[in-house]
């Protein structure tokens, strides 16, 4: 039995180092194949310990107890909250409360006592998503239909108006704006941002930092009002900050809560905002227009109710495209309900169209062969619609097996790149016109860029992106990897004037020289001590960063 037990640990030892350094597998398969690993050979060495004779045997046997004693003791005392991009557990201690069941209340909400927690069912298998971050879970039917029930929300509906009411206030730092995932053209490319490259002499000075409530929203800002989503106990929140002291200016709730042991708690989209207004979509479809000055609300719809779309299971984390007066949001529901467009004013249906169950990516407006489009990276296909009556233009299948978050990429007019993690990796899809019909077709795949739920970047014929967490360039016409290196993790890329500002899973913030030539890290500074999926936001100089605890504003040398 010993020497049996001693070839076992030998073997597992040596898969251990195969899987780690050999094998090309995906960060979570990695991470699964080791733990397993780890336990087999954790379990054949108390074995081995059991078994010695000898003057030893009462160490090695006590040794042996105290392991097995510890085996025990760790799910007893701490509990899951959640998994690093690669699968790996965070481990908190079981009965501390959680942080967003703690927070104090937010003023500017009508109700300012919190109702009964609502739960949701723990999903079994993965996080996926935004990310958003990017960075991604359902209510069981039951429960899903009970949350979308209640009242949307805590504030009563305001009159539709053309403009903001009261007139929009003055405030520090209104000259500067980030209205929507991923900047002004949902790209992730900031041009008009002049970041000093030496942090070394004129470092990052953080201006605040303050707690917020759980989920992986991203910021926006515009006007000098920041604007979150967050889990705050059973209320889903949206919240604006004042984007110069953080101080909290008014905030909307809706009686739902999301939740996941795996992928984390609380909404996962970012806000839009659009001139008098901010159109946010909670986890579970709830979709709001609050008026941005007040927060008061204008109008909601369930998506799950309205286009008879049940939530995914990672929660919903597509924000919202506002345009030409519509809102547009991929609903993934049946019978021509895949995407679903509302009136910005007064929230009636204005189209819908396509066939796919929703994925996890944002709609967004790319002009291909000449003509916009509202391209949606769904489920199961990367399509095309009309963005005036939602009629579905085209369609490139895409296989069913992984999430599908990161927002679609345009190339040229007539090509457009999507990648997806979990070892699926990317594909350029040119589109041609054949008469009034447009028909897609693969240029080339590719597995050297998995983007899992981060988004890349295009740059002088070049995408940038984080293939399973590692930073990597790649030739956009052919589909060949130019260089791989920097472990930055499942965090956010942007492309910010003429350098590649990464945000990275372990709270770093790292400049990066985007060149096809090697990978060249500039500076870095550390935001957070924490797991950053969160989307960044980036406007002049001011850099808005969070986490599901904690949020903090950067100045940058400039």
Same mark, same amino acid.
């Given at each position: 039995?010993?020497?049996?037990?001693?070839?076992?640990?030998v073997?597992?030892?040596?898969?251990?180092?195969?899987?780690?350094?050999?094998?090309?597998?995906?960060?979570?398969?990695?991470?699964?194949?080791?733990?397993?690993?780890?336990?087999?050979?954790?379990?054949?060495?108390?074995?081995?310990?059991?078994?010695v004779? &000898?003057?030893?045997?009462?160490? %090695?046997?006590?040794?042996?107890?105290?392991?097995? +004693?510890?085996?025990?003791?760790?799910?007893?005392?701490?509990?899951v #909250?959640?998994?690093?991009?690669?699968?790996?557990?965070?481990?908190?201690?079981?009965? %501390?409360?959680?942080?967003?069941?703690?927070?104090p209340?937010?003023?500017?909400?009508?109700?300012?006592?919190?109702?009964?927690?609502?739960?949701?069912?723990?999903?079994?298998?993965?996080?996926?998503?935004?990310?958003?971050?990017?960075?991604?879970?359902?209510?069981?039917?039951? %429960?899903?239909?009970?949350? !979308?029930?209640?009242?949307?929300?805590?504030?009563?509906?305001?009159?539709?108006?053309?403009?903001?009411?009261?007139a929009?206030?003055?405030?520090?730092?209104?000259?500067?704006?980030?209205?929507?995932?991923?900047?002004?053209?949902?790209?992730?490319?900031?041009?008009d941002?002049?970041? %000093?490259?030496?942090?070394?002499?004129?470092?990052? /000075?953080?201006?605040?930092?303050?707690?917020?409530?759980?989920?992986?929203?991203?910021?926006?800002?515009?006007r000098?009002?920041?604007?979150?989503?967050?889990? =705050? &106990?059973?209320?889903?929140m949206?919240?604006?900050?004042?984007?110069?002291?953080?101080?909290?200016?008014?905030?909307?709730?809706?009686?739902?809560?999301?939740?996941?042991?795996?992928?984390?708690?609380?909404?996962?989209?970012?806000?839009?905002?659009?001139?008098?207004?901010?159109?946010?979509?909670?986890?579970?479809? +709830?979709?709001?227009?609050?008026?941005?000055?007040?927060? #008061?609300?204008?109008?909601?719809?369930?998506?799950?109710?309205?286009?008879?779309?049940?939530?995914?299971?990672?929660?919903?984390?597509?924000?919202?495209?506002?345009?030409?007066?519509?809102?547009?949001?991929?609903?993934?529901?049946?019978?021509?309900?895949?995407v679903?467009?509302?009136?910005? /004013?007064?929230?009636?249906?204005?189209?819908?169209?396509?066939?796919?169950?929703?994925?996890?990516?944002?709609?967004?407006?790319?002009?291909?062969?000449?003509?916009?489009?509202?391209? +949606?990276?769904?489920?199961d296909?990367?399509?095309?619609?009309d963005?005036?009556?939602?009629?579905?233009?085209?369609?490139?299948?895409w296989? /069913?097996?992984?999430?599908?978050v990161?927002?679609?990429?345009?190339?040229?007019?007539?090509?457009?790149?999507?990648?997806?993690?979990?070892?699926?990796g990317?594909?350029?899809?040119?589109?041609?016109?054949?008469g009034?019909?447009?028909?897609?077709?693969?240029v080339?795949?590719?597995?050297?860029?998995?983007?899992?739920?981060?988004?890349?970047?295009?740059?002088e014929?070049?995408v940038?992106g984080?293939?399973?967490?590692?930073?990597?360039?790649?030739?956009?016409?052919?589909?060949? =990897?130019?260089?791989?290196?920097?472990r930055?993790?499942?965090?956010?890329?942007?492309?910010? &004037?003429?350098?590649?500002?990464?945000?990275?899973?372990?709270?770093?913030?790292?400049?990066?020289?985007?060149?096809? !030539?090697?990978?060249?890290?500039?500076?870095?500074?550390?935001?957070?001590?924490?797991?950053m999926?969160?989307?960044?936001?980036?406007?002049?100089?001011?850099?808005?960063? =969070?986490?599901?605890?904690?949020?903090?504003?950067?100045?940058?040398?400039?």
């Amino acid at each position: 039995m010993r020497r049996l037990c001693t070839l076992a640990l030998v073997l597992t030892g040596i898969a251990i180092v195969v899987v780690r350094h050999v094998l090309e597998l995906s960060g979570e398969r990695r991470t699964l194949s080791t733990l397993g690993l780890t336990l087999f050979a954790a379990l054949m060495t108390v074995v081995l310990l059991f078994t010695v004779r &000898g003057r030893w045997r009462a160490a %090695a046997r006590t040794a042996a107890t105290l392991m097995l +004693v510890a085996g025990l003791a760790i799910p007893v005392l701490f509990r899951v #909250r959640g998994l690093t991009g690669d699968f790996f557990p965070v481990l908190e201690y079981r009965f %501390a409360p959680k942080p967003d069941t703690t927070l104090p209340a937010l003023p500017g909400t009508r109700d300012e006592a919190a109702p009964p927690v609502e739960q949701a069912a723990e999903a079994e298998t993965d996080p996926g998503v935004e990310a958003t971050g990017s960075a991604a879970e359902s209510l069981p039917d039951s %429960a899903a239909s009970d949350a !979308e029930a209640v009242p949307a929300a805590d504030t009563e509906p305001a009159p539709v108006r053309d403009t903001p009411a009261p007139a929009a206030v003055a405030r520090a730092g209104a000259d500067v704006s980030f209205p929507q995932f991923l900047g002004p053209g949902r790209t992730g490319i900031i041009p008009d941002v002049r970041i %000093a490259r030496d942090w070394s002499t004129r470092p990052p /000075k953080a201006i605040w930092r303050i707690p917020v409530g759980a989920g992986w929203s991203g910021f926006v800002f515009d006007r000098g009002l920041a604007i979150t989503q967050e889990q =705050r &106990g059973g209320d889903e929140m949206v919240v604006a900050y004042e984007l110069l002291t953080g101080r909290p200016v008014w905030s909307h709730r809706d009686r739902v809560r999301y939740e996941s042991v795996i992928a984390g708690d609380g909404p996962r989209a970012t806000p839009t905002i659009a001139g008098p207004y901010v159109v946010t979509l909670g986890a579970t479809g +709830v979709l709001n227009v609050l008026e941005f000055e007040t927060g #008061r609300r204008v109008w909601t719809k369930h998506i799950a109710e309205d286009a008879s779309a049940p939530t995914p299971e990672w929660g919903r984390s597509g924000s919202p495209l506002v345009l030409d007066g519509k809102v547009i949001v991929s609903a993934g529901g049946p019978d021509g309900q895949s995407v679903v467009a509302y009136d910005l /004013k007064t929230g009636a249906r204005v189209w819908a169209g396509g066939t796919s169950t929703a994925g996890y990516a944002a709609p967004t407006l790319l002009t291909l062969l000449g003509r916009p489009q509202v391209v +949606v990276f769904n489920s199961d296909s990367l399509a095309g619609h009309d963005p005036q009556t939602g009629a579905l233009l085209w369609s490139q299948p895409w296989p /069913k097996q992984a999430p599908n978050v990161a927002m679609p990429m345009r190339v040229a007019d007539d090509l457009v790149l999507a990648s997806t993690g979990y070892g699926m990796g990317s594909k350029l899809v040119r589109l041609a016109a054949s008469g009034d019909a447009i028909e897609p077709s693969v240029v080339w795949e590719s597995l050297r860029l998995k983007a899992k739920f981060t988004n890349p970047v295009l740059h002088e014929g070049f995408v940038y992106g984080l293939d399973d967490g590692v930073l990597t360039c790649i030739d956009v016409e052919t589909g060949e =990897r130019r260089w791989k290196a920097g472990r930055y993790g499942h965090g956010q890329t942007l492309l910010a &004037g003429d350098v590649l500002l990464v945000t990275t899973e372990d709270g770093a913030v790292v400049l990066v020289e985007p060149t096809p !030539e090697r990978h060249q890290e500039i500076a870095r500074f550390t935001a957070f001590d924490a797991k950053m999926w969160n989307p960044p936001a980036l406007a002049g100089k001011y850099l808005l960063l =969070r986490t599901d605890k904690e949020a903090a504003l950067f100045e940058l040398p400039q």
